[in-house]
């Protein structure tokens, strides 16, 4: 198994004793079954299979020509830090979390501020399923059929202000059910930005559903973003509030290592991470940890829709 290797604090660290005992657990099932190309052993809790079927209409814009990763693996190998730190924590831990009922407030610069709720945010556009690329900071990726609408759809809702120059994103906070938040491994609640022009572009997505289903909790039921062309930590899961501001926002793997980690994490082969490279990418459920590994894309294969939003731009400096 690769070595954990996001945050620089080592698991061992900050995570509480009941979780570093599941953690050795899940390494040796994970050792055991990875090759095989399947992480069966697993326990059932929270698998997709018993969520209720979320209908939505095939997109026709949003199509991607590759295999679609296998459901069981994109619901068991995640990252979702309130949960522990382990791609297997998730799975296990985030049944506890409570999505129901469910707000999210919409405010900032903005004429009409609003809350809603899930009811409310499940009616407001067609839902609509696009398979989208994505690409976690660490080196792997998948090809995931979400469910929803581009996130444009939700701020029109509120009038922006011409003030509203960037937009933040922000996770909920349960300390009784998210184990991983009684670690200080980052500054909670869970955060992250984009620039409007950004936020507003057709392929950042509201997610309300995966697979033909409601979000699992562990990928961020109830709602999360999803930004193709950026790493993965950018798409924030189990959102509450949504903020229109006028300043850039600090996210928080920029705010526990700005060297690491910048405001665009644009997916971009040429800049290297300090500590490894991002030229290449293991595709879950289809690259085994021996094979070799795929080259990455820039902005992630999405430069035709997205390179323009940043010409003029370094993005060396602008990682
Ligand atoms: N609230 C919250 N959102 C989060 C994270 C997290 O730890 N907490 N992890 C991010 C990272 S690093 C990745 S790669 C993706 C993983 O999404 P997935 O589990 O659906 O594949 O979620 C992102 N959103
Ligand atoms: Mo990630």
Redesign the pocket.
Known sequence: MPVYR?PRISASEITPEEIWESRRQWMKAAGATFAAGTLAGLPQLGLAATLPKLDAQQSSKFVLMEPVTPEKD??T???????GMDKGD?VKYASKMQTSPWQLRVEGECAAPKTFDLDDLRKLSPLEDRTYR?????G?S?A?PWIGYSMSELIKQVQPTANAKFVEFI??VQPKNMP?VRTRS?EW????GLRMDEAMHPLTMLVLG?YGKV?PN???APV???VPWK?????????VTIRLLEKQPVG??ERSQPSEYGFYSNVNPEVSHPRWSQATERRIGEDGIFSPKRKSLMFNGYANEVASLYTGLDLRKNY
């Open positions: 996001y994109a619901t190998y995640n990252n979702f830090f309130e949960f998730p994505m690409r976690c900071v660490e792997w998948m995931i996770t909920d991983g980052i609640p869970y955060r992250d995966m979000l562990q990928n961020g999360r973003m999803v790493y993965g930590f950018k798409s924030v899961k189990s959102i928080s793997w």
